[in-house]
């Protein structure tokens, strides 16, 4: 029979004692970790729901034995929406099997969480901020690399803004392209394969009513899903407008500009190629339109696309 140091051999060393909490809000990285642990075992990992847990269940999970294996992996996900439960992980001092507490978020400050440090390993998953483009950049290289897909910074640099920073919609757009039997992708290729984020919709219906074109930005908004949630997208708007207004007052470079902003050189590049073309009374006008769409939707049962769809016309028409 296999004692713990053999069982650590076989999770590559990844515990620190025989409890293990992932837990975080970056969804990607810890399913990524708990595969690697499940991989790693050598034997069948069981799966229970924490919400269905009881007391006694938990009483097994931690030290029940089997007729069937010497060594147990028990993953247990969401036990903290079992209230009752959790509150009796604040007395355990440690476990016979091997435990697998998986969590999207844990209370800081709870006595459980500061039990767990005692007599557990815990790992945290963060997801990228808005300011970690060139982090999430590396990061696309890297996944990109592992797939044998040969893509240049520039292209890096694109599929990133494209897609955006969510690492599920990256990976999958990875794998995708590296289906192709062509490995030279270019933008022409991403933008023929890959979905484009929320960010870049709202960059492009932005633009075109910033341009005057009503009929892309009517099309744009008819073509849209229509669970598209249109609090979320006048936000992006806001977010795209304030960006283009310190571009059309500032006489700095995009760069430097992103830099003391935090956001993506790129995206103020892309605002930089037709601020020249907005004054900055024109830029104004557009601000007081945003502020009065941003009481409209606060007050009134209005439905948000039609209040969005209404301002977009009208600063098309500017």
């Known amino acids: 029979m296999a004692d713990g140091c053999v069982i650590q051999e076989l999770v590559s060393g990844i515990i620190k004692w025989m409890i293990r909490v992932l837990f975080g809000e970056n969804s990607f990285e810890l399913e990524r970790e708990l595969a690697r642990i499940t991989a790693n075992f050598d034997g069948e990992p069981e799966r229970v729901s924490g919400e269905g847990l009881t007391k006694s269940g938990l009483a097994d999970v931690l030290h029940g034995t089997t007729l069937f294996t010497s060594e147990r992996l028990i993953v247990v996900r969401y036990l903290s929406d079992n209230g009752e439960v959790w509150e009796r992980l604040i007395d355990i001092k440690s476990a016979s099997n091997y435990v697998v507490l998986v969590e999207s978020k844990i209370d800081k400050r709870s006595r459980?969480?500061?039990?767990?440090?005692?007599?557990?390993?815990?790992?945290?998953?963060?997801?990228?901020?808005?300011?970690?483009?060139?982090?999430?950049?590396?990061?696309?290289?890297?996944?990109?690399?592992?797939?044998?897909?040969?893509?240049?910074?520039?292209?890096?640099?694109?599929?990133?803004?494209?897609?955006?920073?969510?690492?599920?919609?990256?990976?999958?757009?990875?794998?995708?392209?590296?289906?192709?039997?062509?490995?030279?992708i270019d933008e022409a290729i991403i933008n023929e394969l890959i979905e484009k984020s929320a960010d870049q919709n709202v960059f492009k219906v932005f633009e075109n009513a910033m341009q005057g074109k009503t009929k892309s930005v009517l099309k744009a908004l008819d073509d849209m899903h229509e669970n598209e949630d249109f609090f979320r997208f006048f936000g992006l708007l806001v977010s795209q407008?304030?960006?283009?207004?310190?571009?059309?007052?500032?006489?700095?470079?995009?760069?430097?500009?992103?830099?003391?902003?935090?956001?993506?050189?790129?995206?103020?590049?892309?605002?930089?190629?037709?601020?020249?073309?907005?004054?900055?009374?024109?830029?104004?006008?557009?601000?007081?339109?945003l502020n009065a769409t941003d009481l409209e939707l606060k007050t009134t049962n209005l439905e948000p696309k039609l209040v969005v769809k209404n301002l977009l016309v009208k600063i098309s028409k500017l």
Do not use: C, H
């Open 112 to 184: 459980v969480y500061k039990n767990l440090q005692s007599v557990a390993e815990m790992q945290e998953f963060t997801p990228f901020e808005a300011r970690d483009f060139y982090k999430v950049q590396q990061w696309v290289g890297e996944e990109a690399a592992s797939l044998g897909l040969d893509l240049n910074k520039k292209i890096v640099q694109y599929l990133t803004e494209v897609v955006g920073q969510n690492q599920w919609k990256l990976a999958q757009a990875l794998d995708k392209l590296a289906l192709l039997d062509k490995r030279d």
């Open 241 to 289: 407008a304030f960006n283009l207004t310190v571009l059309v007052f500032s006489k700095k470079t995009p760069a430097e500009l992103a830099q003391k902003l935090g956001v993506s050189p790129y995206g103020l590049g892309n605002l930089k190629k037709f601020s020249g073309e907005v004054s900055k009374r024109k830029m104004r006008r557009v601000l007081r339109m």
